[in-house]
């Protein structure tokens, strides 16, 4: 699904990547771990073109898209849900929906949306301005899946939210992992990380220092919560 090889990315003469080389596999949820300011939302914004000092190969199904830009990677079938979120404030919860164009016949029919996301449904004539955390992080997941991406690329979703919505966006990631999606997750929540993923990768320093499956992770979570600092 994704290749990720050799990627080095830098802000003018500083070098925020460092050769970081990973993998997710269609249908695999993959986290990757580390303190604010460890390079995680760089590397989301390497992956979909937005960041334009890198080095390395990207490749996606098979498909080298390591100099393609941001809009012809979104149509490979990669993407992206943003740690803001992203949500057009003056649109309404299905107009944001409807907005996005297909990029494949995986894509999410409004149905299936509305069936996954009932709150969606109950909210499809509200601006985006009205919207909860919780509502507006479903929205954002739930655009996404509407052009059919293949790669789902998720910031912090868990953070700031309420723990019952918390466990809600888990269950989802599952429906999303189900269904064939690739999910390449950024979290400093261990705990739900850990409830979530098939395997975890642990950035520190703009380097991938240690690549771990769930049990493994598990074991050693309270060692990762020191090391993040929480």
Do not use: C
Request: net charge neutral; no cysteine.
């Amino acid at each position: 699904m994704l290749e990720v090889e050799k990627l080095s990315s830098w802000y003018g003469e500083a070098q925020a990547l460092h050769g970081v080389t990973l993998q997710v596999r269609e249908g695999e949820v993959v986290t990757l771990v580390g303190r604010n300011g460890a390079g995680k939302t760089t590397l989301l914004r390497s992956l979909m073109g937005l960041h334009k000092q890198t080095e390395g190969r990207i490749e996606l199904r098979g498909r080298d898209v390591s100099r393609l830009p941001a809009h012809r990677r979104a149509r490979a079938g990669m993407g992206w849900v943003q740690d803001d979120r992203g949500i057009y404030a003056t649109l309404t919860v299905e107009e944001n929906l409807v907005l996005p164009p297909r990029v494949s016949d995986r894509a999410w029919s409004l149905d299936a949306v509305y069936d996954v996301f009932p709150v969606l449904a109950d909210r499809r004539r509200a601006p985006g301005t009205t919207l909860s955390g919780g509502e507006q992080q479903m929205l954002a997941i739930a655009r996404v899946l509407r052009t059919g991406a293949s790669l789902l690329l998720l910031d912090e979703p868990s953070e700031g939210l309420a723990p019952v919505v918390v466990a809600r966006i888990g269950q989802i990631i599952g429906q999303v992992k189900e269904s064939g999606v690739g999910v390449l997750l950024i979290e400093q929540n261990v705990r739900f990380a850990a409830t979530v993923a098939d395997r975890h990768y642990l950035l520190a320093q703009g380097r991938i220092v240690d690549a771990l499956d769930n049990d493994q992770f598990v074991a050693r979570q309270q060692d990762l919560l020191e090391h993040l600092g929480i």
